[in-house]
């Protein structure tokens, strides 16, 4: 067990619909990165939230979005899902702005399966 | 813009075989480097990582890497292979410059023959 907690651990969904997937990080840790896991794109990094606020973005499509709560945990929204969207979405989280000596810890990741 | 490839997507190896997974990368900047394992149906573990300093760092299962500025390359080693090191290898690169966003490479999948 990493500590970084991610539910649920698999989802199957229809097109069109709306997701929320959600990360608690290890305590103590404010930062927040989500990437997304695909056999044609890779592991591809989406967004990052420190302590709150939104830090970094990567290639998030405008019908994904994220946040990250007073209490750390975090919340990725994925709205009118399409076929390509089934991946395996990882979060990862730090005690900084950055890695730390021990990098960045990974969840186990959420299986999202649009059909 | 930052990058990572990894040059073999499959290797296959004996158990008791030495292991060199090959990593090159592209960064603008004083690279973060690191290597991630995954097993089947699980979570990144982090193997270990350059930040600074001395060029071979060590990490964990008995794994070390080279970090070769003038080469940008930073391989990952290990001298005997162990049967339960057969998983998929991931090198990454972030750094200040790319507010520590990581590029992963594509991922080299280890295969150990008995």
């Known amino acids: 067990d990493s500590g970084v907690t991610q539910t649920p651990k698999h989802l199957i969904t229809a097109t069109g619909q709306r997701v929320t997937l959600r990360c608690s990080p290890r305590?103590?840790?404010?930062?927040v990165y989500w990437y997304q896991q695909s056999l044609d794109q890779g592991l591809q990094f989406l967004i990052q939230y420190y302590n709150g606020e939104e830090r970094a973005k990567g290639n998030i499509l405008e019908r994904f979005s994220a946040q990250q709560f007073p209490d750390l945990h975090s919340e990725l929204n994925l709205s009118s899902l399409e076929l390509g969207d089934s991946a395996l979405y990882f979060c990862?989280?730090?005690?900084?702005?950055?890695?730390?000596?021990?990098?960045?810890?990974f969840g186990s990741g959420t299986r999202l399966t649009v059909v | 813009a930052q990058s990572v490839t990894q040059p073999d997507i499959h290797i296959t190896v004996s158990e008791g075989a030495s292991l060199e997974l090959r990593c090159n990368y592209s960064?603008?900047?004083?690279?973060?480097l690191f290597w991630y394992v995954q097993s089947p149906g699980q979570g990144l573990q982090l193997l270990l990582k350059y930040f600074s300093g001395d060029t071979l760092v060590q990490g964990i299962k008995g794994f070390e890497a080279e970090f070769k500025r003038s080469q940008s390359s930073f391989n990952l080693r290990k001298p005997s292979v162990h049967w339960s090191d057969a998983a998929e290898y991931f090198c990454?690169?972030?750094?200040?410059?790319?507010?520590?966003?990581?590029?992963f490479g594509k991922g080299t999948l280890l295969t150990v023959n008995p």
């Open positions: 990862a989280s730090s005690a900084i702005n950055g890695p730390t000596e021990n990098g960045y810890t």
């Open positions: 990454a690169v972030g750094g200040r410059a790319s507010n520590y966003k990581l590029t």
């Open positions: 960064y603008g900047a004083t690279p973060y």
């Open positions: 305590s103590g840790d404010l930062s």
